[in-house]
């Protein structure tokens, strides 16, 4: 709902198809590979290892680490959720410019190898960051309850590295021929009620994984650990929309005298205010979860003016949203992480950094861990997703043709836009015919190899024969 209400409604069904597909590559890429890597051949006092060998096709799936206390098919839906919430942060950052088969491999890519590689690393009990293994980093591990690093981090900076190989939408930072634009271009937004829509449900479904998380709901201190974490994600979430709207309130009243209640500004806050909880929910204290929204919208807000001063596009401000916060997130929980908490949780002595300061003995164990996890995600997702969405592109696989982009990718990969007049049908048949007859006109003079395309000028002259509303001088589609 978010990014369909983000986009331009030229791309809507784009954008709905997409966020469907990442549904539908994660559950074959995680039930195929992403699973098994994730938690096969997982055993508590176990080995370390760097992934799961065991149990693809979730063949023998009910005898994993927790079982009989959890079901191995329950345990699957749960993770495959959490995989898919990976693969959709990305969609937002990619819409409006990238091609539908370009999407569907990155999708079952990240879902079936690179994300499962860092959830083994954090949550299997046999993972060299988990605080569950008998030989943990630095006497601690890193905590990460629900996944700061793990799924926000993992999706945030395979969003920043599409985006920055995919570059901006045509006329976002550059005219026609190229040049800056002194003030980036606006696009109209499809609808703010379906991206206030999907920050309600996202805020709700943020208790399931949070509290979820808990697993033993049934269990005396579980349950306590499942209500901790719905009190500090409700706080997370309020304090980051109160601090991005308030902020961007005055900086736009310094910039330009008369001060903005953006309702986008609120909604993203609560967001990155979710973001910022995730990882320490039920090791925080609830007057943390409030310090930890809190910086989390101000994060936010920083984080999407530096992409547009950088020119970096990214359509639903996902980037800061989630990258940027999951570093902070991790950080909070290496500061503010309370000592009864983390020895209720995780039995471990080694708490937040402020703590352990206070006692004198300035302890910064978990503080560390914690950032080698932050490294590790940040250098894993690189090496991994870089060479692939390079490749992409190299092969002029990744971006839309300019021509489609500018027509809109609903018409472009749909046949129809979100929104059609069907009194306009037969100058749309006609279009898509000249359009068809002026590319396999190209076709033998034409190398996609290496470029998104070497057509690019003929596609965009071709805007000549594209259907036009006489009173608004407008492209209809």
């Known amino acids: 709902m978010v990014c369909a209400g983000a986009v ?232 980051g929309a109160l601090s991005a709207l308030f902020a961007h309130l005055i900086i736009t009243e310094r910039e330009s005298g008369e001060g903005i209640y953006d309702i986008t500004m609120a909604m993203n806050g609560a967001l990155s205010g979710l973001v910022s909880i995730t990882a320490g929910c039920t090791v925080i204290a609830p007057w943390a979860a409030i310090i930890a929204g809190f910086v989390g919208g101000i994060n936010y807000l920083i984080g999407s003016r530096l992409l547009i001063r950088w020119r970096m596009d990214d359509a639903v401000d996902a980037i800061p949203v989630h990258f940027s916060n999951g570093i902070w997130g991790l950080i909070v929980v290496g500061l503010l992480a309370t000592p009864t908490y983390v020895m209720e949780v995780y039995g471990s002595p080694h708490a937040g950094w402020f703590y352990s300061w206070a006692d004198g003995s300035a302890d910064g164990r978990l503080l560390a861990a914690n950032l080698v996890l932050v490294l590790f995600v940040a250098g894993w997702v690189t090496c991994t997703m870089f060479p692939f969405l390079f490749l992409l592109n190299y092969l002029g696989w990744f971006r839309s043709d300019p021509l489609e982009e500018i027509i809109g990718l609903d018409v472009s990969y749909h046949g129809a836009g979100a929104m059609r007049d069907s009194s306009k049908d037969d100058e749309y048949r006609k279009f898509l015919e000249a359009k068809s007859l002026k590319r396999q006109n190209s076709n033998s003079s034409s190398s996609r190899i290496g470029r998104r395309s070497s057509n690019q000028e003929r596609d965009l002259e071709s805007l000549d024969i594209m259907p036009v509303d006489r009173k608004s001088k407008q492209n209809i589609y």
């Open 8 to 239: 331009q409604t030229k791309n809507v069904r784009n954008a709905m198809l997409k966020n469907l597909l990442d549904a539908v590559g994660a559950a074959l890429g995680f039930y195929c590979f992403g699973y098994a890597f994730a938690y096969g051949g997982s055993k508590y006092g176990g080995p370390t290892t760097f992934l799961g060998h065991t149990g693809f096709f979730l063949m023998d799936v009910e005898n994993f680490y927790l079982a009989p206390d959890v079901n191995g098919f329950v345990y699957f839906f749960f993770q495959f959720a959490f995989a898919a919430t990976s693969a959709t942060i990305v969609a937002g950052t990619l819409a409006e410019r990238c091609q539908m088969g370009a999407y569907m491999m990155y999708s079952f890519l990240l879902t079936g190898f690179i994300y499962p590689v860092i959830v083994h690393s954090v949550w299997s009990p046999n993972g060299f960051l988990s605080p569950t293994n008998v030989n943990k980093l630095f006497g601690s591990g890193a905590i990460d309850f629900s996944g700061c690093g793990v799924i926000h981090m993992t999706g945030g900076i395979t969003g920043l590295i599409a985006t920055k190989i995919l570059g901006p939408r045509t006329g976002r930072f550059f005219d026609e021929r190229g040049e800056p634009l002194k003030t980036p271009a606006v696009f109209e937004q499809h609808s703010i009620a379906l991206q206030a829509l999907g920050t309600f449900l996202l805020w709700f479904g943020w208790y399931g994984f949070n509290s979820g998380s808990a697993l033993f709901i049934t269990l005396p201190s579980r349950s306590d650990t499942a209500a901790r974490a719905v009190v500090t994600t409700t706080l997370g979430a309020a304090s």
